[in-house]
């Protein structure tokens, strides 16, 4: 799903999806970690095409019945459609989890699961290497850091997904940062983690995911907090190269939230 779908879903706009599927690969019950959090599967029914209606495609985010239909001709014409109901269910708890520093029973877990994961490598052990190299440079791409590693990216990439799993890292829209958790395990291991003595952060409220685009557009143009946006108009930053409808909509949600706006033209 596109982000702007995500993010209708998540505002109760959208609550179908219709696809050509050879047979269901969902199932009603199914929550998926989206960039906006967990979206659940209400329903599967395979339906024919002459049934969908102009209020399907507006439940779905079509702007008209037609171009539902000619979306769904477009690829693999021959399979049949499924309707899928969704629904938004809520904030990814890995999130809650990053930011959860673990008792040390919790840390001892923590240690046996990244031991088992280090002995299992076919390729010898990654686990500390990983979070160590993200603390170091956080921010960086994914293909950067896995040439450091000695690695290809998908299988880095992969490695670096266990670690989120267990609250230990955070996906930024470029790259990654160790979370408090992730911290805190390699700080009970006596590591010497370049991260730690890093300056702190500039005070403000960080920038919503945007997109990697948008974000490297904004950072280039010295906006890396919330706040720093108000000092642009919505023109300005729409003007911005990579910084689409999506990014804009993010970013004037999240500045409503906080009771920011763009400066007036």
Do not use: C
Not at 83 to 99: C, F, K, N, S, T
Not at 212 to 222: E, F, I, K, Q, V
Request: hydrophobic fraction near 40%.
């Amino acid at each position: 799903m596109r982000p702007a779908e995500l993010t209708a879903i998540r505002a109760g706009e959208i609550d179908l999806a219709f696809r050509r599927w050879e047979r269901p690969r969902v199932r009603a019950g199914t929550r998926m970690r989206t960039a906006v959090g967990l979206v659940e599967v209400t329903s599967v029914d395979r339906v024919p095409v002459r049934s969908l209606t102009a209020a399907d495609a507006r439940r779905a985010g079509a702007p008209s019945l037609v171009a539902l239909r000619q979306g769904l001709d477009r690829v693999h014409p021959e399979r049949p459609v499924y309707r899928i109901g969704l629904r938004y269910a809520g904030a990814d708890p890995r999130h809650e989890l990053r930011e959860a520093v673990p008792d040390p029973d919790e840390i001892g877990a923590i240690r046996q699961w990244l031991d088992r994961l280090d002995r299992a490598s076919p390729t010898g052990p990654w686990t500390r290497a990983t979070l160590l190299l993200i603390d170091e440079l956080p921010a960086t791409r994914a293909p950067d850091l896995a040439h450091r590693m000695g690695r290809d990216t998908p299988s880095f990439k992969q490695n670096v997904r266990k670690l989120k799993e267990r609250g230990l890292t955070e996906s930024l829209d470029i790259g990654y940062r160790l979370s408090a958790r992730g911290a805190a395990v390699l700080d009970h291991e006596g590591h010497l983690r370049p991260g730690r003595d890093r300056p702190e952060p500039e005070p403000g409220t960080p920038l919503p995911r945007l997109g990697a685009s948008a974000t490297r557009a904004l950072t280039a143009h010295g906006v890396t907090r919330l706040e720093q946006v108000t000092g642009l108009s919505a023109a300005e930053v729409q003007a911005l190269p990579g910084v689409g409808p999506y990014a804009l909509a993010r970013l004037r949600e999240a500045m409503d939230a906080a009771g920011l706006a763009f400066r007036a033209d």
